[in-house]
């Protein structure tokens, strides 16, 4: 388990053009694991002990995209955010900002792997206006929730949870 997520750790940072070099990824997650055994953490300096690991997280690395079918293709709710206040051509900067701060917290948490960006977006939207005591439009053809497909339920229980 440990080395699939240094694995998936390592492969984040590639996916999302932030690599970070294989050493520094082996090295930091070596720590990370054993951080109650002091001595690992000299372990890891010996070659045959590096170079194990190394060896390691690159068979998983293969199995991991070879389980994933190599898509690592990642959709962020940060495009349909954009849209959306493009669409409803909401003026104030604060709703657009706090909603964008909400999709950042949101990556650092499960979120992506519960819900599809667009869901996200507009659960940010939701919660920014909530926030602010902003009211969001609601005139035309098309109420501002159902552009993210989900109803004004799904998004306050959402926000509950």
């Known amino acids: 388990?440990?080395?699939i997520a240094t694995v998936c750790m390592f492969l984040a940072g590639k996916v999302e053009e932030t690599p970070r070099p294989l050493k520094d990824v082996i090295l930091l997650s070596y720590e990370?694991?054993?951080?109650?055994d002091p001595a690992a953490v000299q372990r890891i300096k010996l070659k045959e002990v590096y170079e194990q690991q190394k060896e390691l997280i690159l068979l998983g690395e293969r199995v991991v995209l070879v389980?994933?079918?190599?898509?690592?293709?990642v959709n962020h709710p940060y495009k349909p955010l954009v849209e959306a206040i493009k669409i409803f051509k909401v003026a104030q900067n604060a709703l657009a900002q706090v909603a964008w701060n909400f999709v950042n917290d949101g990556l650092r948490t499960s979120l992506c792997l519960q819900f599809k960006p667009h869901h996200i977006a507009g659960?940010?939207?939701f919660l920014a206006a909530k926030f602010l005591k902003v009211k969001l439009p609601s005139d035309g053809e098309k109420?501002?929730?159902?552009?993210?497909?989900?109803?004004?339920?799904q998004l306050e229980g959402w926000s509950l949870d």
Not at 32 to 36: F, L
Not at 143 to 153: A, C, M, S
């Open 1 to 3: 388990m440990q080395t």
């Open 32 to 36: 990370i694991i054993h951080k109650k």
């Open 67 to 73: 389980t994933l079918g190599f898509d690592l293709n």
């Open 123 to 125: 659960g940010a939207i």
């Open 143 to 153: 109420v501002w929730w159902q552009e993210f497909d989900v109803t004004p339920w």
